[in-house]
């Protein structure tokens, strides 16, 4: 287990990992990933739209009443020439987010859980398998997730928030992988060297989870909240239930 002692160094240990974009992702089949699924002794799900119904930073924005500025960023930054961490930055910067309105945030939004993903998690555990949250959010706002379902909160890799002494926004903790494009690549790959997982699958929605395989050795397509045409595409398993992955899981 991680404490929080050990975590400067292994901030440090990932950002020396390659910052490489990968390229492709495996070219598994289907059946192949279904049984790297079953076999997987390391499972990391992506949570906004995964693991969550909904998209923390859009949330934020609308508690903070500047949705419709944030939404336009968020889709001039997904249209290109904008990279994760300008586009993070931008939309921070008009949310202005402060110690008060994250902590209010918090208290009056609990955790929108998608449908069977407690019993999943419950499942993978219940296996010896280690479940771990990746995510290109913020660590605060994740915490009552994993807490929900029972993953130790050294289990969650994500960005950040800073703040002033007198509560201010400061911006956000620039030395965390996940605050990369490629983020979740780096932190399965430290994974991987730090606990030497042998099958580790990553579960998610979106591009950057795509893009974390390799050096995941699978990857599950999820669909439960939004459908990402071009992750769909390229997802050799493609699921819009946890319950299939449930279910694959007894046939083991
Ligand atoms: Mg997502």
Not at 61 to 90: I, P, Y
Not at 92 to 116: A, H, K
Not at 160 to 187: C, H, I, M, W
């Amino acid at each position: 287990m991680l404490s929080p002692r050990m975590m400067p160094s292994l901030i440090r240990q990932l950002s020396s990992v390659s910052t490489k974009m990968p390229c492709h992702s495996l070219n598994l089949s289907e059946s192949q990933t279904r049984a790297m699924w079953r076999a997987a002794d390391c499972v990391c799900f992506d949570v906004d739209s995964t693991v969550c119904m909904d998209e923390a930073i859009d949330e934020l924005a609308k508690f903070a009443g500047r949705e419709k500025e944030v939404a336009d960023l968020t889709e001039r930054a997904m249209k290109g020439g904008m990279t994760f961490r300008e586009a993070l930055e931008q939309r921070l910067q008009l949310i202005q987010p402060d110690m008060q309105m994250v902590e209010t945030y918090i208290r009056e939004n609990p955790p929108r859980l998608s449908p069977g993903i407690e019993e999943l998690v419950g499942h993978l555990q219940s296996r010896g398998v280690a479940v771990y949250l990746v995510s290109g959010g913020f660590q605060s706002i994740i915490e009552p997730v994993a807490t929900e379902l029972g993953i130790p909160h050294e289990n969650i890799f994500a960005n950040q928030l800073k703040f002033y002494f007198n509560g201010r926004y400061a911006g956000f903790e620039t030395n965390q992988p996940t605050s990369n494009q490629d983020g979740k690549a780096r932190v399965i790959q430290y994974l991987k060297k730090k606990f030497g997982y042998q099958r580790v699958v990553m579960v998610g929605d979106g591009a950057t989870d795509l893009a974390a395989c390799p050096p995941a050795d699978a990857f599950i397509g999820y669909g439960g909240n939004q459908i990402r045409e071009k992750v769909k595409a390229a997802s050799p398993w493609f699921v819009e239930s946890f319950s299939d992955l449930v279910k694959e899981l007894s046939m083991a």
